[in-house]
């Protein structure tokens, strides 16, 4: 029996049509993926390890109350932060200076250590 090429040709070619054709619907919701996860790089977030002298020092993150140091002074316990750009921390306590500083997350924890100094009145003067 002798094959025709002219009739293999086209089922040729219409195979190779259905494999792409697979591929590119398989294709998607591998680059959708990817992309999902580009997002979610872009937005990097990240968690600090608080560990305060004193310990019952308050912690602010952008001027709201979070906590206590003592409640973020733990890998399992740390204060997390969302979106990507500068956060202000604050950590302060009656009788001592306040500590600020301004952190951008870059996807990793991070430990501060915050050591208040006490307010001292000046020689000389009363007590305030």
């Known amino acids: 029996m002798r094959v025709r090429w002219t009739a293999v ?3 040729v070619a219409a195979l190779a049509v259905g494999c792409a054709a697979k591929q590119e619907q398989e294709q998607p919701a591998t680059v959708a993926r990817a992309r999902e996860l580009m997002a979610s790089a872009e937005g990097k977030r990240g968690d600090l390890v608080l560990r ?8 602010l993150l952008d001027g709201v ?5 003592s409640d973020f002074s733990s890998v399992s316990r740390s204060l997390r932060l969302g979106d990507s750009g500068f956060h ?12 600020t500083t301004y952190y951008e997350p870059s996807g990793a924890r991070v430990t501060l250590k915050v050591k208040l100094r006490p307010v001292v009145p000046e020689a000389g003067g009363g007590a305030p």
């Open 9 to 11: 040709g086209p089922l």
């Open 52 to 59: 305060c002298e004193p310990a019952d020092a308050e912690v």
């Open 65 to 69: 109350q979070q906590g206590l140091c």
């Open 88 to 99: 202000q921390v604050e950590v302060k306590k009656r009788g001592f200076w306040p500590y």
